[in-house]
């Protein structure tokens, strides 16, 4: 007898239609969950972005304007959307003077901690130093202002019998500068040194089109004095950086030298909109207020 094997039974069309027809929906499903998720985390980026430059911004403006003394004119002039000073770029101590008193001698600079010549930004000619003159009463001390005709350079008197050079080697290394006018015979060694230079700070409209918080500095002896504006933070909003000065009674007050405190207020903006749910629709914008209080 001879025996035959049942039929397999396959799929037919409905059912094949059927599962891909379920398959596309899951993975619609899954592509949306995906894409949604996209959109959030692109949202909260787009949020920290803005609270990122607000807080850049407090950060480096607290850090750089805090060493200002309005009394001594570190503010040059100040407007809504820009502010002038005198930027600190180095400090040393004088260590010998020549005949003239035009020559200075001042120790090497090193990158240690107890090095007493120290510049973030190299010494030009055109920069302007502060030397420091104590005097008995405390009410005659004063920054005498001079400028430097060269940049610093080798060839500088400090030897170690005068208490600012450590070794042999540090005396070899000193350095000189060149300033008019001449020092006073009343400063002495060791009178401090502090070499500023004119900066800025201003919110400006970037060849991207958007608003950034730029920094640049000034020099009489280049071509062009004023570098050009380089991005510190942001993007911001049009009109987003706003300085003001305000005396000690907490009223705004536009005398430069007499201020208790520099108020600032930034708003940023995000350059897209979000497009997850749950954001508002538009460029996100955030705000932050604060204060710097100089010293006197």
């Given at each position: ?122 010494p030009?000619q ?31 008197n ?61 020099l ?7 570098a ?20 000690s ?48």
């Amino acid at each position: 007898m001879q025996l035959t094997s049942p039929r397999t039974r396959g799929f037919t069309l409905v059912e094949m239609l059927t599962v891909m027809v379920m398959l596309g929906v899951l993975v619609g499903a899954v592509a949306g969950l995906a894409l949604r998720q996209q959109w959030f985390h692109h949202a909260v980026g787009l949020r920290l972005g803005v609270r990122r430059a607000l807080h850049d911004a407090e950060l480096l403006l607290r850090s750089e304007l805090r060493e200002l003394a309005p009394s001594r004119g570190d503010i040059n002039a100040l407007s809504p959307d820009r502010l002038d000073y005198r930027a600190l770029i180095g400090v040393s101590v004088v260590c010998t003077a020549d005949s003239t008193r035009t020559v200075i001698g001042i120790p090497a600079r090193r990158s240690t901690a107890s090095s007493l010549t120290s510049w973030r930004s190299a010494p030009q000619q055109g920069d302007t130093i502060l030397v420091y003159e104590s005097a008995l009463t405390p009410d005659s001390v004063q920054w005498h202002a001079h400028v430097l005709t060269a940049a610093p350079s080798a060839g500088g008197n400090c030897p170690v019998a005068s208490g600012f050079s450590l070794s042999a080697a540090d005396a070899a290394d000193a350095l000189r500068i060149t300033i008019t006018p001449a020092l006073s015979a009343s400063i002495v060694a060791g009178a401090s040194i502090r070499v500023v230079r004119a900066a800025r700070y201003q919110l400006y409209l970037a060849s991207d089109g958007l608003w950034y918080l730029g920094y640049t500095d000034c020099l009489a002896s280049r071509a062009m004095p004023c570098a050009t504006i380089q991005p510190v933070s942001g993007p911001y909003a049009a009109g987003g950086m706003h300085f003001s000065l305000i005396d000690s009674t907490g009223a705004e007050t536009s005398d430069l030298r007499r201020f208790a405190w520099l108020h600032v207020v930034a708003r940023a903006a995000a350059a897209l909109s979000p497009l997850a749910q749950g954001f508002s629709r538009g460029p996100f914008t955030d705000s932050l207020a604060f204060d710097i209080m100089p010293r006197n």
